[in-house]
């Protein structure tokens, strides 16, 4: 019932920063976990980050102290901060539920990060 589009990406070299934004439509967006997603080439889409109804957040050991996701509960939009970026964070992200692999979840287009000198 939440409908969430991705922006933000686009092409960076190693050790640069981009922020990534989610905006989310419908009225349940506030009660849902949220997580962004990665899919790298060749590669299943795994979990890289959530966030909680309450603001807490887990990360991916691989992206742990460089990517920080936070909400803005009142402009229904969840955002990925991504520092100190590196050739493996390339990968296609998308926000849904945090639990989305549990289940047959609906994706979006995503958004492109490539991140190459």
Known sequence: QVQLVESGGGLVQPGGSLRLSCAASGS???ALSLGWYGQAPGKQRELVAFITTVGSTNYADS??????ISRDNAKNTVYLQINSLEPE???VYYCNDAYAL?????WGQGTQVTVSS
Request: proline residues 0%; hydrophobic residues 40%.
């Open 28 to 30: 349940l967006f506030s």
């Open 63 to 68: 992206v742990k102290g460089r990517f920080t």
């Open 89 to 91: 964070d390339t990968a």
């Open 102 to 106: 549990r289940f047959r979840a609906r």
